[in-house]
Nanobody
Framework: QVQLVESGGGSVQPGGSLRLSCAIS????????IGWFRQVPGSAREGIAC?????????YYADSVKGRFSVSRDDAKNTAYLHMSDLKPEDTALYYC????????????????????WGQGAQVTVSS
């Protein structure tokens, strides 16, 4: 059974930081691209950060988060992370992690491929 479990969401003030974690089991994690997406009610899901498999660590970032968010992965722990800093109210959303066998992070994040697996989501609220 494939499981992607997000944790680390919560509420934070503007300018603050949070780190989301995604623990993955049931797939050969090391061979999958891991992506982070977010969705606000009434809007399409947005791919914001995706990192490919292997040691290159090639990553894609949406313009909306570039320079503020970073994605990383710990293959020994089958866990991926989304480090978020300088958070803004418009970052408020439900954040999902995803895993896909396509080793092209920009295609995964841009929605060109149909993602293989999704987590349940973690809420992030940025408010003063």
């Amino acid at each position: 059974q494939v499981q992607l479990v997000e944790s680390g969401g919560g509420s934070v003030q503007p300018g603050g930081s949070l780190r989301l974690s995604c623990a993955i089991s049931g797939i050969p994690y090391q061979t999958y691209t891991i992506g982070w997406f977010r969705q606000v009610p009434g809007s399409a899901r947005e791919g914001i950060a995706c990192i490919n498999s292997g040691h290159s660590g090639d990553a894609y970032y949406a313009d909306s988060v570039k320079g503020r968010f970073s994605v990383s992965r710990d293959d020994a722990k089958n866990t991926a992370y989304l480090h978020m800093s300088d958070l803004k109210p418009e970052d408020t959303a439900l954040y999902y992690c995803a895993a896909d066998a396509t080793n092209l992070p920009h295609l995964v994040c841009q929605g060109v491929v149909v993602v293989d697996y999704w987590g349940q989501g973690a809420q992030v609220t940025v408010s003063s």
